[in-house]
C-alpha cells in the first residue's frame, strides 16, 4: 500500500506483518515505516493494537521499538489475516475486542520457511 501524507504533516506507512499464528496490518510513521521492507523479519517492543475503522492494527506507538532482526528465513502465515475482520470493544469489558461479524470458516494455511521463534514478524506485502 501506498503511503498515506496526513494533515500534520506525518507520513504513515502499513504493512501486513505474520508469525507462525496469523497476520495483521501494522501502521508505522515516518522513518520508522521508511526502515522496513518486504521479506524483513522485525521485532517490536513496546506496540500495541487498536480499532482503525473496525480494522485491527498494530501500531509502534511513541515509545515502541522496532527492529530488522533478519530476512526471509522465518515460518509464517498471512492466514487468517486480523485486520481484515471487523471488531467492537465488548461492552461488559471495553478494553477487550470483540469480532463483529462471525467468521463461519477460517482457512489456516501452514506456516513455511524456518522457525526464528514468536516474538518475531514477517514484514510481507499484501
Request: some cysteine.
Amino acid at each position: 500500500r501506498q503511503p498515506v501524507h496526513t494533515a500534520q504533516g506525518s507520513t504513515v506507512h502499513t504493512w501486513l506483518v505474520a508469525d507462525e499464528t496469523a497476520s495483521v496490518e501494522i501502521s508505522l510513521f515516518d522513518k520508522m515505516g521508511e526502515a522496513i521492507s518486504p521479506g524483513d523479519i522485525v521485532k517490536l517492543a513496546d506496540g500495541y493494537c487498536a480499532l482503525y475503522r473496525e480494522a485491527l492494527v498494530l501500531y509502534a506507538g511513541q515509545r515502541g521499538e522496532l527492529r530488522r532482526v533478519g530476512d526471509f528465513e522465518m515460518r509464517y502465515t498471512d492466514q487468517p489475516n486480523l485486520s481484515a475482520w471487523s471488531w467492537e470493544r465488548d461492552a461488559n469489558q471495553p478494553s477487550n475486542l470483540l469480532l463483529a461479524k462471525p467468521v463461519t470458516a477460517l482457512k489456516h494455511q501452514p506456516a513455511t520457511g524456518a522457525a526464528e521463534g514468536p516474538s518475531h514478524m514477517k514484514v510481507s506485502t499484501r
